[in-house]
Nanobody, 119 residues
Framework: QVQLMESGGGLVQPGGSLRLSCAAS????????MGWYRQAPGKQRELVAT???????KYADSVKGRFTISRDNAKNMVYLQMNSLKPEDTAVYYC?????????????WGQGTQVTVSS
């Protein structure tokens, strides 16, 4: 059974930092591209950051220079370090795992963790 379990969300003041973690199980973690997405109230889910199996990263323009995605294949973990947080970063943050080849097209999601940036 595949599980992606996010943690680390919470309430933080503008300008503060949070580190989100995602623990993966039930997949061969090292071959999966991992990502963080977010969904604010009344808005569509959007990409925040992704990291490939080889460590290549991509960020939404709105978080470049503030957020850093990383992974630890030995621990089956992916992280999102969020600095200089803004009220517009408030959202539910979801962990995602993707892998495709000729035989399968896998796309898994966690349950999400709430991040609220407010004074």
């Amino acid at each position: 059974q595949v599980q992606l379990m996010e943690s680390g969300g919470g309430l933080v003041q503008p300008g503060g930092s949070l580190r989100l973690s995602c623990a993966a199980s039930g997949i061969l973690f090292s071959i999966y591209a991992m990502g963080w997405y977010r969904q604010a109230p009344g808005k569509q889910r959007e990409l925040v950051a992704t990291i490939t199996s080889g460590g290549g990263t991509k960020y939404a323009d709105s978080v470049k220079g503030r957020f850093t995605i990383s992974r630890d294949n030995a621990k089956n973990m992916v992280y999102l370090q969020m600095n200089s947080l803004k009220p517009e970063d408030t959202a539910v943050y979801y962990c995602n795992a993707q892998y495709s080849d000729a035989l399968r097209d896998n796309d898994f999601w966690g349950q999400g963790t709430q991040v609220t940036v407010s004074s």
